[in-house]
C-alpha cells in the first residue's frame, strides 16, 4: 500500500503575544514542531504499512525550513518526504492548500490513501483532508480511531463524539485521524541517523501540474480581515461572605432568587 | 566550551529528554518504591532504540558518538538515575566488545545488541581489591575454555542476557571472556537489595563447566586486567554522567520548591541560607558535568582519558550526595519524606562512590598518574 | 427570489443535534432580510421537520431519501452540492460539530468557495458574512471574509448561542428531490450512539467544575453529593483529567466540552483561557478560589476568596 501522510508545522506553542503598539500577532522567532495531531497519522501509516507492506511518504507544504518536520517523520520511519515550498504559495486558505496538496499526490502517483491529522492546533480548521479527497475524487473518513485493511478496502471507525461511526472505503481514500486512534512511537536512534541520510525532495509551482488562478492568495476565497487578542469581558465579581457558612446561606438565596432550587 | 552538537545529535537528545519527561520520569518514585522497572517501562526502552545509541552502523546500531551518548544518559538520569545507571552498564560492555572481541564475536552478538542487555562481571564474593584474588577460572580443555566460578554485584544482573567476565587463566594471569544465559552451565544468581538505583537489578551469576572458544575470549589471553581497567573508564565517563543528572533532577525540584514555598510572605528563595545551598548544588553539578565532558571529548579524539574519567566519577559521587543532601534541606521535612524523591537521590549518588571502583581506590589511581608525570 | 442563509440541519440518529437550534434563532438575529431557510436531508420515516421548525426558520428543504438513513460524508455533501448549485444561497451554515466539519469542506472544495471553521460569532456588513473564528487554541480571535465568492460558507461552534423556540411558527416546507450521488464513496457499516456520560455536561443546567483547588478524594466525594442534591453535573478543568475520576468526558473548556448551563459553580478553578472559553455561555456563574488575583473571578458574578474545601464542606452541611 502506497500511503502519503500530509504534515504542518505549528508554532512550539500556542501562546501567541500581540505587538502592544501595532497589534499585530508576533510570530517572529517561535520554533516549529509537527503537529501533534499528524504525529498519529505518521503512526497509523506506518503500522498499516507493517500490517501490509508498502511504503510511507511524507508531504508538506511551507517554507524550505519545513524540511526539519519532514526529518521528524522520517526518523519515526516514514519512506521518503516531499516538500511543496514556493512564494507562489504564500497566502494560501484551506482551499488553495488542499488543491495543491492533491496536485502533489496526483504528481508522487498510485497512491493508495492519503492520511492527515484531524486538525492543525494552530488554525484548527481540519478541512485540508475533505477539500483533498474533493480534489481528489475520492470519499474520506475523517476522525478515524481505527483503521483496518481489507483487501483493496479500508474499514475505519470514526469517532463523531456523539456517534460512532464505522465506513467500508474503497481505495484510493482520504482519511484523518483522532489522537485517540494510536500512541505515536518516538523517533528512534537508527532511524534518525537514517532520515538525515533521505533526500527531501523540494518540489516548487513549476514542478506541479497546477492552474496559477488556484494559488496562492489569488486562489484563496477568504480573506483574514482583522486579528485581535479575544476580549475580556467581565462580570460583576459580587463578593460572597468570607465565612464558609454565611457564604454559602447567601449562595443558596441567590440561587432562590433565579429560580434554580 | 559549550558542546556543538551536529543536527543528528540535537534531534536525538531531543527525544531523548521527551522520552524521559513522558514515560521515565513520572515513574521515578514507583521505580523507588517498588524497587523495579514496572512492567513494559523497560521494554519501551529497547523498543525505542536507546541500546544501540553508540553500536555502530554495520552492526545495525546508530553509530552516535561518546560525547552524545553520555549526554543521552545524563538526560535520562534526569528522570530516572536507575534507568540511566542501566544503559551505562550495557554501553560499557559493548564498548569493550568492540574494542577487544573477535569479529566472530562480533557478528555473533552485536546484530542483538540494540535489543538485550550486555553486562560486564568482575567482582566476586570473596573479593578485595587485588584482581589477582578472584577465584572465577577458565581452564583450557582442548581448543575450548571451559568456565568455573561466580560474579556478584553486576550491573544488570538477571536483566541482562549477555556477560563479559573476568576469569584467571593462570596464577598470575587474568583474561576475559563472554558467555550467555543460554550456554549450558549458566545460572543466574540473587539480586541485590541496594538502599539506591532501585529500579537497576544488581544481581549475581554463576558459571558451571560453561564451555567457549577462543571466539569468546576478548582480547588475548592475560589481557584481563587492561581490559578491566577499559571497562571502568568508559563507565566512570557515564557515571560521571549519572551523577551531574541526578544533581540536575535534585537542582529542578530545589529551585522550584524554592521559589513556590514561602515563610511568611516571602519565598524561601529569596533567603541567603536557601541561596547560598542552590547555589552549591548548581557548582557541583556544572563542575561534574564539565569533567565528565571533558573524558567523553577526549575517548571521542582517541586520546587518553582514563584519569580523566576517574575524576569525574570520584569528584561527581561525594559532590552528587552532598547536593542531594542539600537540597533534601531545602524541602525540610518534606525532602525526609519518601514521598518526595530527594532521599532515593541521596541513595542513588551514593551508589557511585563504591561501584566502579570506590573513591578511595580512585583517589589512588588520579594521585599515582600525576606522581608519575 | 430572496437571498437565504442556509442551515444545514445536523441529523443525529435519533435527534436533530440541538446547534441546528441554535443556528436558526442566531441566523434570524442576524438576517436582515435575508430568508433562514434550513436544509433538512432524512431518511422519510424520520420527520425531523416538525422540531425543527418549532425554532421559526422561514423555510425549511426536505429532501427524503432511504440513503439519507445512514449516509456517507460523501452522499451527504453530493446532494448539499447539488441544492446549493440549483439555489444558489448566499451564506451555508453548518454545526461545527465532527460531521458537520467533515461534511461542509467537501461542499466547499466542490463550490470552490471559502470555509471558515469552528466560528464564535459572524454578522452581516451589508452582504459580506464577517466570521469570527478562534485560532492558536482561543489565544486569537480572526474576522474572516469571503469577499467574491458565494455562498459564504462557515461551521460554528455548538453551544456558542442560545436557541430559542417561536411559538406559533409555521414554516414553509418545500420538498426537494435530489439525484443520487455517484462516483466513489463510502459505505457506512454501523452507526452508534455513543453512551454519553450519565453526569453529561454539555447538556446539564446546572454544573460543579471542580480545579485543583478542589481536588483531594474528599473534595470530589463531596462535590458529589451536592451535585446530586441540586440536580447538577460535576465537570472538571483540564489538569483534574488525570485522576482516576474523571475523563476528558467531565472536561469544560476549548479542548473539552463547552457548557452553556443556567447556573455553574468553580471551586478551585484557577480560570486558564482554555477553561474560560468553555464557560462563557453560562447563565450565573459564582467561582471559589483561594487566590483572589485567579483569573476565573473576572469571569464571575460572585465570588468567594478562600479554601474551597471549607466551602464545599458548609455547603454540604448546609444541604443536610
Redesign the interface.
Given at each position: 500500500m502506497k500511503i502519503v501522510v500530509c504534515i504542518k508545522q505549528v508554532?512550539e506553542s500556542?501562546?501567541?503575544k500581540f505587538d502592544p503598539v501595532t497589534h499585530n500577532?508576533m510570530r517572529g522567532g517561535m520554533s516549529g514542531r509537527i503537529n501533534p495531531f499528524d504525529k498519529n497519522a505518521i503512526e497509523a501509516a506506518l503500522r498499516l504499512r507493517d500490517a501490509v507492506g508498502g511504503e510511507v511518504a511524507l508531504l508538506s507544504m511551507g517554507p524550505d525550513s519545513t524540511a526539519e518536520i519532514l526529518?521528524?517523520g522520517l526518523?519515526m520511519g516514514a519512506d521518503s518526504a516531499y516538500l511543496l515550498s514556493s512564494r507562489a504559495f504564500a497566502g494560501a486558505?484551506?482551499?488553495s492548500t488542499?488543491y495543491v496538496l492533491a496536485q502533489a499526490v496526483r504528481q508522487i502517483g498510485n497512491v493508495d490513501l492519503t492520511l492527515l491529522g484531524r486538525?492543525a492546533?494552530?488554525?484548527?480548521?481540519?478541512?485540508?483532508?475533505?477539500?483533498m479527497?474533493?480534489?481528489l475524487?475520492?470519499?474520506?473518513?475523517?476522525?478515524a480511531t481505527q483503521l483496518t485493511a481489507n483487501g483493496n478496502q479500508l474499514?475505519?471507525v470514526?469517532?463523531?463524539?456523539?456517534?460512532?461511526?464505522?465506513?467500508?472505503?474503497?481505495l484510493p481514500?482520504v482519511i484523518t485521524v483522532r489522537a485517540e486512534a494510536n500512541t505515536p512511537?518516538?523517533?528512534?536512534?537508527?532511524?534518525?541517523?537514517q532520515?538525515?541520510e533521505k533526500q527531501v525532495t523540494i518540489w516548487r509551482d513549476t514542478d506541479l501540474d497546477l492552474d496559477p488562478e488556484k494559488l496562492g492568495q489569488k486562489g484563496?476565497?477568504?480573506?483574514?480581515?482583522?486579528?485581535?487578542?479575544?476580549?475580556?469581558?467581565?462580570?460583576?465579581?459580587?463578593?460572597?461572605p468570607?465565612e464558609?457558612?454565611a457564604?454559602?446561606?447567601q449562595?443558596?438565596v441567590?440561587?432562590q432568587q433565579?429560580g434554580?432550587? | 566550551m559549550a558542546k556543538q552538537w551536529t543536527p543528528q545529535e540535537q534531534m536525538l537528545l531531543r527525544m531523548t529528554s521527551e522520552f524521559t519527561a513522558n514515560e521515565i520520569a513520572p515513574l521515578d518514585l514507583q521505580i523507588d518504591h517498588a524497587g523495579r522497572y514496572p512492567d513494559g517501562l523497560f521494554e519501551q526502552v529497547v523498543a525505542t532504540g536507546f541500546l544501540s545509541v553508540m553500536l555502530p552502523h554495520e552492526f545495525g546500531g546508530a553509530g552516535f558518538g561518546p560525547e552524545v551518548t553520555a549526554e543521552v544518559v545524563r538526560r535520562v538520569a534526569e528522570g530516572n538515575a536507575s534507568m540511566a545507571a542501566t544503559l551505562e552498564g550495557h554501553y560499557k560492555t559493548v564498548y569493550q566488545m568492540l574494542k577487544y572481541g573477535t569479529p566472530a564475536l562480533q557478528a555473533k552478538y552485536f546484530p542483538t545488541a540494540g535489543q538485550r542487555i550486555f553486562g560486564f562481571g568482575m567482582t566476586e564474593p570473596t573479593g578485595g581489591s587485588n584482581p589477582m584474588s578472584i577465584r572465577t577460572t577458565a581452564v583450557r580443555q582442548g581448543s575450548d575454555w571451559v568456565l568455573n566460578g561466580n560474579k556478584i554485584m553486576i550491573t544488570n544482573g538477571g536483566l541482562a542476557e549477555v556477560y563479559c567476565v573476568l576469569a584467571k587463566t593462570g596464577p598470575q594471569e587474568l583474561s576475559v571472556f563472554v558467555v550467555d544465559q543460554d550456554m549450558p552451565g549458566f545460572a543466574f544468581g540473587k539480586r541485590e537489595n541496594f538502599i539506591g538505583l532501585r529500579g537497576t537489578p544488581v544481581g549475581e551469576i554463576f558459571m558451571n563447566d560453561v564451555r567457549v572458544s577462543d571466539d569468546y575470549l576478548l582480547g588475548k589471553v592475560g589481557q584481563g586486567g587492561e581490559i578491566g581497567d577499559s571497562a571502568h573508564d568508559d563507565a566512570r565517563i557515564l557515571m560521571g554522567a549519572v551523577l551531574t543528572g541526578i544533581m540536575d533532577h535534585a537542582l529542578g525540584l530545589a529551585t522550584s520548591y524554592a521559589k513556590e514555598r514561602k515563610a511568611g510572605s516571602t519565598p524561601i528563595g529569596e533567603l541567603g541560607s536557601i541561596q547560598r545551598k542552590l547555589a552549591d548544588i548548581a557548582m557541583g553539578r556544572e563542575t561534574t558535568r564539565l569533567l565528565y565532558q571533558n573524558a567523553a571529548a577526549l575517548h571521542a579524539a582517541g586520546q587518553p582519558y582514563s584519569e580523566e574519567a576517574t575524576m569525574a566519577k570520584a569528584y561527581g559521587s561525594r559532590t552528587a550526595v552532598a547536593a542531594c543532601d542539600d537540597a533534601l534541606q531545602v524541602f525540610g521535612g518534606y525532602g525526609y519524606s519518601r514521598d518526595y524523591p530527594l532521599a532515593h537521590l541521596i541513595a542513588d549518588a551514593r551508589a557511585l562512590e563504591i561501584a566502579e571502583g570506590t573513591v578511595e581506590k580512585m583517589r589512588a589511581a588520579i594521585a599515582a598518574a600525576e606522581l608519575a608525570k | 427570489m430572496t437571498e437565504a442563509i442556509w442551515i444545514v440541519a445536523e441529523r443525529e440518529p435519533a435527534r436533530i443535534n440541538p446547534v441546528t437550534f441554535q443556528l436558526i434563532t442566531k441566523a434570524k438575529a442576524i438576517a436582515k432580510g435575508k430568508k433562514v431557510v434550513v436544509v433538512l436531508l432524512e431518511a422519510p420515516d424520520q420527520q425531523f421537520e416538525q422540531a425543527i421548525s418549532e425554532y421559526g426558520p422561514d423555510e425549511i428543504l426536505l429532501g427524503q431519501n432511504v440513503a439519507y438513513a445512514q449516509a456517507s460524508d460523501e452522499v451527504m455533501a453530493g446532494a448539499l452540492t447539488t441544492l446549493a448549485r440549483e439555489y444558489q444561497p448566499n451564506a451555508v451554515l453548518f454545526g461545527a460539530t465532527p460531521l458537520g466539519r467533515s461534511i461542509a469542506p467537501r461542499v466547499q472544495a466542490a463550490l470552490q468557495t471559502g470555509l471558515t471553521a469552528d466560528c464564535l460569532d459572524f454578522f452581516y456588513e451589508d452582504d459580506l458574512l464577517v466570521q469570527v473564528k478562534p485560532s492558536y487554541g482561543d489565544n486569537v480571535m480572526c474576522e474572516i471574509t469571503c469577499p467574491d465568492r458565494r455562498p459564504q460558507m462557515a461551521s460554528v461552534r455548538p453551544n456558542t448561542f442560545a436557541a430559542e423556540k417561536v411559538a406559533g411558527a409555521m414554516p414553509a416546507i418545500t420538498p426537494v428531490e435530489v439525484a443520487q450521488t455517484t462516483g466513489p464513496q463510502g459505505r457506512v457499516v454501523d452507526e452508534t450512539v455513543r453512551v454519553s456520560h450519565a453526569t453529561g455536561i454539555a447538556s446539564a443546567n446546572k454544573v460543579l467544575a471542580l480545579g485543583r483547588g478542589a481536588a483531594t478524594p474528599a473534595d470530589i466525594a463531596n462535590a458529589r453529593e451536592i451535585a446530586s442534591r441540586l440536580g447538577a453535573s460535576v465537570g472538571v478543568s483540564r489538569p483534574l483529567t488525570d485522576l482516576p475520576d474523571f475523563t476528558v468526558e467531565q472536561q469544560i473548556g476549548q479542548s473539552g466540552t463547552t457548557i452553556a448551563p443556567d447556573f455553574l459553580l468553580n471551586l478551585g478553578v484557577s480560570g486558564a483561557t482554555q477553561f474560560i472559553v468553555g464557560m462563557t455561555q453560562a447563565k450565573l456563574v459564582v467561582s471559589v478560589n483561594r487566590d483572589a488575583q485567579a483569573p476565573i473571578f473576572a469571569q464571575s458574578d460572585y465570588t468567594f476568596t478562600g479554601d474551597a474545601a471549607a466551602f464545599i464542606t458548609a455547603l454540604k452541611q448546609r444541604m443536610n
Open positions: 508554532p500556542n501562546n501567541v500577532l526529518r521528524d526518523a486558505d484551506t482551499l488542499g486538525q492546533v494552530d488554525a484548527d480548521t481540519g478541512q485540508v483532508g475533505p477539500i479527497a474533493v480534489n475524487n475520492q470519499p474520506q473518513a475523517t476522525y474499514t475505519v470514526r469517532d463523531l463524539d456523539s456517534l460512532t461511526q464505522t465506513v467500508e472505503l474503497p481514500a512511537r518516538y523517533e528512534t536512534p537508527l532511524h534518525i541517523q532520515s538525515f484563496s476565497p477568504t480573506v483574514v480581515r482583522k486579528v485581535y487578542a479575544p476580549e475580556a469581558k467581565t462580570r460583576a465579581q459580587t463578593a460572597l468570607s464558609p457558612a457564604a454559602v446561606d449562595l443558596l441567590i440561587m433565579h434554580l432550587i | - | -
